[in-house]
């Protein structure tokens, strides 16, 4: 079953454990201070409150050993063995099809949504050398689901504290600097050979060395910088899952790393992960109106605290979703401030947080030429394009060869055949040294687009090349 056909179960009350909170004699806070006591006896740092218990009565279960450390807290105040069948939580673990899509409210849930995923999605190697979880990697994916935690995120207070003082391991400033480093370099592999080869890396250190960092012992600075380095690589596992053909997955990432800004304190990012994370994620499924949304409230919620290049990230996302509705008066409306806010940010740049320092006015070309073409504008689509092009440096291999592809698709709206076909060849050069599903979607968007002209000499003699080759048309 796809993500889109799953439809959770309703959730039942849990009697069982109101029934014994009851015969406890406990409060709601009561038994989350034990919980929590309990917890760190056993070095795990939860942090659960009087509305956790509540969400547990309502039917919720807690992640990883959560249940277990709850029955050991309820029969120390009740001077017996409580088992979890007793506290209603000797079933089964939530479905795989729901792992990761919680904006969770508290910090002790988010760290267990987050850490399920990355162990799920580590667990599980798929051919071609990709890992994903089951449930969560299917090509089909809901775009309004992504809607509803950008609301939650818009509401959300900042975690008010993430210091941690009962985990296991003491954690510092160098910690957090490797997990950095080892981010800068996966974004460089990615860049230059397509997310196929470095996705499974990826996968198996967030699940093995940022999920133990996150569960030792830091203080409260250490803490925010750990989370804000735990969200930036969560982000670029959700960037590197679209990449690999993994939607699903992918809206499953930005919905954590969304989370774990919040937690860093960082609402910057927040806004970074909405408009350029799922933003593109739903413009790749062709769901403007759900474009909009999302980079709108990337916008709302970064009001005044963000740099004017990440100001223009944002709009131009919003802009993605007018051109794919055809509305081309307010992608113009909306174009237009992106390109002032690009032209005041011209030499801020080290000035500018990290996660957006990349973005500079090749890939805002690139973002309105991707508009252009979707108003089916042949020659201003080309334009910037060419513009993109001109401004990537031959590291982004990935970024170029769609910029190629973009810019042959607006030839091919002038009627541009010949000229199309060639770019479209230079794409296909570099695609070869790629394992990048994204890359190989936009071949074959702009070979279903020579269909008009399949009779001319140009195009048999393109797709014969590339069908011969067997490495990109698919």
Known sequence: MTESAAVPAARQPNERLLSLIREAGCSNAGLARRVNVCAAERGLDFRYDKTSVARWIRGQRP??????????????????????????????????????????????????????????????????????????????????????PSRDWLIARIDDSVAAAAGTGRVGASDVEAVVATTAALIELDRRWGAGHVRPVLAHYLNGV??????????????????????????LAGYMAVDTGQPGLAQRYYIQALRLSQAAGDRGFGGYVLAAGMSHLAAQLGSPREVIQLARAAQEGTRGQVPPRAEALFLAAEARGHAQLGDRE??????????????????????????????????????????HRDLDQGAAA?????????????????????????????????????????????????????????????????????????????????????????????
């Not at 940022?210 to 982000?235: D, P, Q």
């Not at 500079?360 to 309105?368: G, T």
């Not at 910037?384 to 030839?411: F, M, Q, W, Y």
């Open 63 to 148: 992640r990883g050993r959560a249940p277990e450390v709850i029955a050991e807290a309820l029969g120390r105040k009740l001077g017996r063995a409580v088992t979890l069948q007793e506290i209603g939580m000797g079933g089964s673990r939530q479905p795989p099809s729901a792992v990761g899509l919680t904006f969770a409210p508290g910090l002790t849930e988010a760290l267990e949504e987050a850490r399920e995923l990355w162990r799920a999605d580590a667990a599980r190697p798929q051919p071609g050398g990709h890992t994903g979880a089951a449930g969560t990697n299917g090509a089909a994916v809901a775009p309004g689901a992504m809607v509803e």
């Open 210 to 235: 940022v999920a133990g960092l996150l569960t030792g012992s830091y203080r409260e600075s250490v803490g925010r910088r750990l989370f804000a380095a735990a969200a930036r690589l969560t982000e």
């Open 330 to 371: 307010a992608c113009r409306r909306v174009a237009s401030p992106a390109l002032a806010a690009m032209d005041r940010a011209t030499g801020s740049r080290g000035e500018d947080p990290p996660w957006v320092a990349h973005y500079d006015s090749a890939y805002l070309a690139d973002e309105l030429a991707h508009c």
């Open 382 to 474: 080309q334009q910037r394009a060419s513009e993109a092009l001109a401004g990537h440096p031959e590291t982004r291999t990935r970024r170029r060869a769609i910029g190629l592809l973009v810019l042959a698709t607006g030839k091919l709206q002038q009627a541009e055949v010949e000229h199309a076909c060639q770019t479209a060849g230079e794409a296909g050069v570099l695609l070869t040294g790629l394992r990048s599903k994204r890359g190989t979607q936009y071949f074959a968007d702009f070979n279903a687009r020579l269909a008009p002209y399949q009779d001319t000499s140009h195009v048999k003699e393109f797709q014969e090349r590339w069908r011969g080759a067997g490495a990109v048309l698919v």
